[in-house]
């Protein structure tokens, strides 16, 4: 009978311990009921290197962080259960989770339940060397687009991601009969939905990677909808360089790309560095997971 009662008071002192534990680590045991950052204390989290998402993780009490170069990095982490969740914007959580049923999202709203940030930290705008001709010009066209067609751009590339045919999309222009120049544009073109990579069976509006090294690779995406637009209002021809996060900028300020349209949000780190447009999308931050 004693041993039976000690069996019984151990098992409830390793129950309350794990509660507490759980407690400790932020009230949840499972990154699927977390409701606020606060919940994610003591998690391991990851986020792309050199982007605000890194700052905003340390915001996170006790926070496990991990950074990755590429965003195919962190979900190669997610999925082997090297990490809990990364953070990401949430156009970009939806196009992920829309193409793969085993992943979910936090749907955190910034300064309230998710991480705290500025308009500038979540927003995204063009990137131009400093001192460049073209960011009053480039403001002047990004200031036709309305704020309904701008979001419903979003809504678009988020289908055409997730495999969704588009015949045509809510911000449209036309291509000028002649043109004036060429707009050199650098992305990464890995991320969803702000831009990808496709094959040469590419989807209607996607643009040929200038280089490419032969691959015959096209880009696609809001950013690359948002570049066509700009140049086409320009009246010059839009040029695709593909490029790795870190070297966008040295990109743009060595002059062998006109700008950076890359989902960049232009933080005061970055202004330094090189001139911004207007904002031309902002979103909140969330935490992409994989469910159990």
């Known amino acids: 009978m004693k041993r039976i009662i000690s069996a019984a008071l151990t098992a409830l002192i390793l129950a309350l311990t794990l509660a507490s534990c759980a407690s400790d680590a ?21 986020a792309q290197s050199g982007t605000f998402h890194a700052d905003a993780a340390k915001q996170i009490e006790d926070v496990k962080l991990t950074t990755f170069p590429e965003f195919t990095d962190m979900l190669v982490a997610l999925k082997s259960g ?11 959580a939806r196009s ?3 193409s793969d049923s085993s992943l979910a999202y936090l ?4 300064n309230e339940t998710g991480f705290k ?10 990137g131009l060397k400093t ?6 010009r480039i ?33 449209v222009s036309e291509t000028p009969a002649t043109t004036n120049g060429v707009l050199k ?14 094959t040469s069976d590419f989807s209607a509006g996607a643009v040929k990677i200038v280089n490419d090294e032969g691959a015959n690779l096209y880009a696609n995406g809001y950013d690359v909808r948002i570049a066509q637009y700009i140049a086409d209002k320009l009246g010059m021809k839009l040029e695709i360089y593909r490029y790795d996060w870190d070297s966008l900028i040295p990109a743009v300020q060595s002059g062998t790309v006109d700008a950076i349209i890359a989902g960049m949000s232009p933080t005061a780190e970055r202004e330094e560095q090189i001139d911004f447009t207007n904002v031309y999308y902002s979103s909140t931050l969330v935490v992409i997971y994989k469910k159990k």
Request: with cysteine.
């Open 139 to 171: 403001n002047e066209v990004l200031a036709t687009i309305t704020d309904e067609v701008r979001d419903n751009l979003m809504l678009d590339m988020i289908k055409l991601s997730a495999g969704e045919k588009l015949t045509s999309y809510s911000l």
């Open 82 to 92: 090297a990490i809990d969740g990364y953070i990401a914007e949430e156009p970009t």
């Open 117 to 126: 940030a500025t308009d500038a930290d979540v927003g995204i705008a063009v």
């Open 185 to 198: 544009v650098a992305m990464e073109c890995a991320y969803e939905p702000y831009n990808w990579t496709e």
């Open 107 to 110: 749907p955190f709203v910034n």
């Open 26 to 46: 932020g009230g949840v045991s499972n990154i699927a009921e977390a409701k606020t950052i606060a919940d994610l204390k003591g998690m391991k989290i990851g």
């Open 96 to 98: 992920v989770c829309s």
């Open 131 to 136: 001192g460049s001709e073209l960011r009053e």
